[in-house]
């Protein structure tokens, strides 16, 4: 299920350097603050990724256990731990499988989009069970996920970006096709790593992430026992969600 391995796993800081990690976990904590019952203090974390919510999270004062399905993120995850003395504990595992011995937990979170990774009813249906057993009554669920109308309306089929390294220039493509009846987005990346030598290096990966409607997702969490509590246009206080919103972050309560 999982991508980003190997050479992608090692430029996906370089991918993602002006993301505002910082900002987003500022954004959780808020929500933590606002429609938590008692003090929340131990977070688990799904598709970690490289471990920068993780890292924002713990200088935000919580205790904090990653998950992630790719090795290779994991790897650098820790080596960014490493480098601040960071206590956060990475673990590889699926989310469709979640088993940390150490729940329950206060909150669990899973951002940037990654439940869509799980593209199937049944996956779904297992992650959320598997996030109710790892919360304790009262604990909170805040996630993100690609909204349905942005997708569907405003995608582009052909993306391409730019990045300035040492070595020379990174060019990434990005090709979008979608699947209406799965509700899935295929994006395939083709990345040139161009050297000031004249040579350069080319790998390809493709992502397959759900995408799903907010009525839809209030849903699938009541049927797995949660409690909707609020939608967010991303990492906003904005609760209008148009078809112009790409990114809607939800909060859900375990009762």
């Not at 990346?189 to 290096?201: K, S």
Request: contains cysteine; aromatic residues 12%.
């Amino acid at each position: 299920m999982h991508p980003y391995r190997t050479r992608f796993a090692d430029l996906y800081d370089v991918f993602y350097a002006d993301k505002a990690y910082d900002d987003e976990a500022a954004f959780v904590h808020r929500c933590l603050q606002q429609y938590g019952s008692g003090t929340a203090r131990r977070i688990l974390e799904m598709a970690c990724g490289t471990g920068s919510h993780a890292l924002a999270l713990e200088r935000l004062g919580y205790e904090v256990i990653a998950t992630d399905g790719s090795d290779d993120m994991l790897a650098a995850a820790r080596r960014k731990a490493a480098e601040v003395s960071s206590t956060v504990d990475f673990r590889c595992q699926d989310m469709r499988t979640l088993d940390v011995t150490e729940r329950p937990f206060d909150a669990a979170v899973c951002l940037f989009d990654s439940i869509g990774y799980v593209a199937t009813n049944e996956g779904l249906v297992q992650v959320l069970d598997g996030v109710f057993r790892h919360l304790r009554p009262g604990g909170l669920f805040v996630f993100e996920f690609w909204h349905a109308a942005a997708m569907l309306s405003r995608h582009e089929a052909l993306r391409m970006r730019r990045w300035q390294v040492p070595e020379g220039e990174i060019l990434r493509l990005s090709e979008t096709t979608l699947d209406c009846a799965r509700q899935l987005g295929c994006v395939t990346y083709n990345v040139y790593e161009l050297r000031h030598d004249g040579t350069y290096a080319h790998c390809t990966e493709t992502h397959v992430n759900r995408y799903f409607l907010v009525q839809e997702m209030a849903g699938w969490l009541m049927a797995a026992r949660f409690v909707p509590l609020q939608w967010f246009a991303g990492f906003t206080p904005d609760e209008r969600i148009t078809d112009e919103v790409w990114h809607v972050v939800a909060v859900a309560r375990r009762p």
